[in-house]
């Protein structure tokens, strides 16, 4: 927007005509520069540094030569000279002075400025107040017509409340009407009401009473219970009491025991003969020595695994063709020779894996088999016998496969409470050194345990009795079926068990009558302990049975009942 502004009532200057040149503060001829002498900076010679920078190849400033003389200026003419004056008078001129026009002009703009903002406040103030105005009129006007329609609204509301109260004083007296006919109502339900609450409260006092002489006759029970066990504590630590020196006398049993056996230590080494805690750690140590030795390294070794599976994958077959036939027999067994002793001789390490995976191949085929058919036992029975004589390392590791398989039960001996080495077991472990199989940690029923070992069992005494062309190693001969017997008898916790039974039994099926016609009446004793122990209990004691409390310790039991009778009859002793 643009203003059209009044002109300030100041004068306008006057521009003043240009003075001549040379009065236009240029100094006098005698003030020139030109001419005047020479200042300080200009007739002090040079500098010291000015000579230094000179002299850097002098050896001192005395050597440095003096600065040639400066040109001599020709003298300027007069018109030369004037000239010069006026330049440079018009360049102070140019600098230092201020036009009064321009500084008027600049004045100017800032007084129509000024004057208007004032112009255009006044125009707002103007603006706002007819705003204001117009407002306050509309505003007027509104409440007006506001006041008139509520007055119409007042009206309406009272003709409404005139027929409002018509209405409510009829509702009132049909509701009067109601009320009394309700009342009468409520007051016969009230009546019927309180007669029933009259019959529950009586009910409820009768069910109280009861539940009293309920909970007085709970809490004689009670009582009369808390003093049955009390006195079954009592007992109950009576015989913790009698368990805790029973057990001590056990332990001096245990100490007297090996006290004796500590004496009988330098006989025993005389006679060849071992303690069962003896076997069973050779036979650990066997199988512990096997795995991380000859197995592992065949196992690291690609080239080694290889040639062994190759070896097991022979062998597995040739036991399942195995028949009661006797030439089937020795063609087995030298077929299973030529294949752990071919023409070349194996790497000692896959030699000792093969003997190990022929002992379990033929374990294995005694779980199986002999649980079914018992008489399928005797050809591999065989078979195991003239291998045990023929290859070199075999008994050992054939009888430390059968206590990995088994648990004790060949030595026998009960699981010790840690390993050979001195080391605690953990559970998993500890089952497995018992003979227990396990999957996905549940290890087997006992009934599965018993029959599995018994299978084993039985070939393990089928060997023991089997013709042999040399004498085998000294686990594997004859006398160790007495020695077998002597050491299941001395040991009360092992003839408790289901699995004693079993394997007595099968003993006694394998053995029994050719072991009377070997040790005679000293085997007929042998037989009178077990015998009292199956019918009166072990050492006279009712409570304790050969085989235990279990179903098949029970029926096993009966077995090996019914198995030395049957022998005392065929051997004419009863």
């Given amino acids: 927007m643009r203003y059209g502004l009044p002109r300030s009532p100041s004068s306008s200057p006057e521009r003043r005509s240009r003075r001549r040149t040379s009065t236009f503060g240029l100094p006098s001829d005698s003030e020139s520069d030109f001419e005047g002498p020479p200042t300080d900076s200009e007739s002090e ?117 005139v027929r409002q109260q018509a209405d409510v004083n009829k509702l009132v007296n049909s509701w009067q009407e109601q009320d009394k006919t309700l009342r009468g109502r409520i007051e016969g339900v009230i009546r019927v009401e309180e007669e029933k609450l009259r019959i529950k409260l009586e009910a409820e006092r009768k069910v109280r009473e009861e539940a009293e002489r309920k909970r007085k006759e709970e809490e004689e029970k009670r009582k009369v219970e808390e003093e049955a066990k009390r006195k079954e504590e009592e007992q109950a630590q009576k015989q913790r009491e009698a368990a805790a020196a029973a057990k001590l006398q056990e332990e001096e049993k245990e100490r007297l025991r090996r006290e004796k056996l500590d004496a009988e230590e330098q006989g025993r080494a005389q006679l060849g003969m071992t303690l069962a805690e003896e076997d069973w750690v050779h036979a650990r140590e066997t199988l512990k020595n096997l795995k991380a030795g000859p197995m592992k390294t065949v196992k690291g070794n690609k080239e080694l695994k290889t040639q062994w599976s190759a070896i097991r994958r022979q062998i597995t077959p040739k036991i399942g ?67 045990l004589g023929t290859l070199e390392g075999f008994p050992d590791i054939f009888f430390a496969k059968l206590v990995q398989r088994s648990g004790g039960w060949p030595v026998p001996s009960v699981i010790p409470s840690t390993d050979s080495d001195g080391t605690a077991w953990s559970e998993l472990e500890r089952t497995k050194a018992m003979g227990y199989r396990t999957n996905d940690n549940q290890r087997e029923t006992l009934s599965e345990h018993v029959m599995r070992v018994s299978g084993m069992m039985r070939v393990y005494f089928l060997i023991l009795a089997a013709p042999v062309p040399q004498p085998l190693e000294k686990m594997f001969q004859l006398p160790r079926f007495w020695t077998y017997f002597a050491r ?87």
């Fill in 45 to 161: 010679p040079s500098s010291p540094s000015s000579l230094s920078s000179d002299s850097f190849c002098y050896e001192s400033e005395s050597q440095v030569p003096p600065p040639p003389p400066r040109p001599k200026r020709e003298p300027r003419s007069p018109a030369e000279q004037r000239h010069a004056e006026e330049t440079v008078a018009a360049i102070r001129l140019r600098t230092r002075y201020h036009d009064p026009y321009e500084e008027w002009e600049k004045q100017t703009r800032k007084d129509a400025f000024h004057t208007a903002r004032r112009a255009q406040v006044q125009t707002r103030l103007e603006t706002q107040g007819r705003r204001t105005q117009r407002n306050t009129q509309e505003l007027q006007s509104l409440a007006a017509m506001h006041a008139q329609q509520l007055a119409e609204v007042q009206k309406q509301l009272a003709a409404l409340q």
């Fill in 321 to 387: 063709q195995l028949t009661h036939d006797i030439d089937s027999v020795m063609r087995i067994t030298q077929q299973l020779i030529e294949i752990i002793c071919p023409s070349g001789r194996l790497p000692l390490d896959i030699y000792f894996a093969a003997l190990s995976s022929l002992a379990k191949a033929i374990l294995l085929q005694a779980e199986t088999e002999v649980t079914a058919e018992k008489r399928s036992a005797i050809p591999l029975a065989m078979v195991a016998a003239r291998l």
């Fill in 488 to 574: 299941m008898i001395g040991d009360e916790r092992l003839l408790e068990t289901a699995v004693a039974a079993q394997v007595l039994h099968a003993a006694l099926d394998v053995g029994g009558v050719e072991a009377k016609f070997i040790w005679g009446n000293q085997w007929v004793k042998m037989l009178e302990l077990l015998y009292e122990g199956t019918t009166t209990g072990i050492g006279g004691v009712a409570d304790k049975l050969v085989g235990g409390k279990t179903p098949e310790g029970k029926a096993a039991r009966v077995r090996v009942q019914l198995q030395i009778e049957r022998i005392m009859d065929a051997t004419g002793l009863r």
